[in-house]
């Protein structure tokens, strides 16, 4: 039997210069929002949102996630302070960029080591990130009235970290087009320093929380574009021996 184009996508078919379809338009103009209305989306849309989560390919099938939704305001805040209070710690150990000269010469001394083991949590974005959460100038779910976290399963196949990006993603996309806000929050892992929390939501091995995602309504006040990188794109689709071509991709 012949396989045709429409056979394989509910969106028809591809044609040069076609503007975006619904799914490319999602894509597009998804946007981490930070400001939310306080009234959270209905349960149901939450239900949506995991579903699509749920759908998400994984390695081997394995589906290596749990997910906790978290809407009650009165654990939202508990968390909010204890997040504070663990990124309060770190910074009067390690923030080298405040204090006076002597005590930032002596963390600078030690720090670059910490940063050299720690380097994906302590690069500079999430750092300055933190410090501003340590100094109370960001909420840490920036006020979002559900939070969902991703919890990973280690034993996954292959890579359950990126299995979880996937699934995050499907979830992030799913909740824009049907007109909520959403932005992950990385640093919510600040929370698995302390055994409450830990406790609280059953994260032991083979278990660890990956990430965490806010979900609401958006408030006007919306972050403007971030901008991305053009990438240079190597295109090999000459012999075996030709060396390839490289294309801009991006503006
Ligand atoms: C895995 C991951 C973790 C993130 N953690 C945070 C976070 O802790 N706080 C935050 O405000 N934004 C966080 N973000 C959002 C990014 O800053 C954002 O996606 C990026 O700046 C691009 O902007 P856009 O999502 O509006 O396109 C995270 C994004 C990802 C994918």
């Known amino acids: ?12 078919k591809y044609e040069q210069g076609m503007s975006w379809n619904p799914v490319e338009k999602v894509i ?5 929002i930070r400001s939310f209305k306080k009234e959270p989306l209905p349960d149901s849309m939450i239900r949506r949102i995991l579903e699509a989560g749920r759908f998400a390919p994984s390695a081997g099938n394995m589906q290596p996630w749990k997910f ?27 923030d080298y960029t405040r204090g006076n000269i002597l005590r930032r010469l002596y963390i600078l001394s030690w720090v670059k080591w910490v940063i050299r083991f720690l380097k994906n949590e302590l690069q500079p974005v999430p750092f300055g990130l933190m410090s501003q959460i340590a100094q109370d100038k960001t909420p840490i779910f920036h006020g979002a009235p559900t939070i969902i976290l991703l919890v990973e399963d280690k034993r996954g196949v292959s890579s359950p970290p990126t299995d979880i990006g996937i699934c995050g993603q499907n979830m992030v996309l799913a909740a824009h087009s049907m007109g909520a806000a959403s932005c ?18 059953g994260i032991k091995y083979p278990y660890c929380l990956n990430d965490c995602i806010a979900f609401g309504w958006p408030n006007p006040k919306a972050d403007g ?7 240079l794109v190597q295109w090999y689709d000459k012999g075996l021996n030709d060396a390839p071509r490289v294309e801009r991709q991006g503006e």
Do not use: C, H, T
């Open 68 to 94: 906790i939704v978290v809407k009650s305001p009165e654990m939202l805040a508990e968390m909010e302070k204890d997040a504070v209070k663990v990124a309060k710690f770190f910074m009067f150990f390690i």
């Open 225 to 231: 574009i971030v901008p991305r990188e053009v990438q």
């Open 28 to 32: 597009m103009e998804r946007r981490s």
């Open 1 to 12: 039997m012949e396989i045709k184009n429409e056979n394989l996508s509910p969106l028809g």
């Open 184 to 201: 992950w929050i990385g640093l919510v892992k600040l929370l698995m320093y302390l055994p409450k929390w830990r406790k609280k939501f």
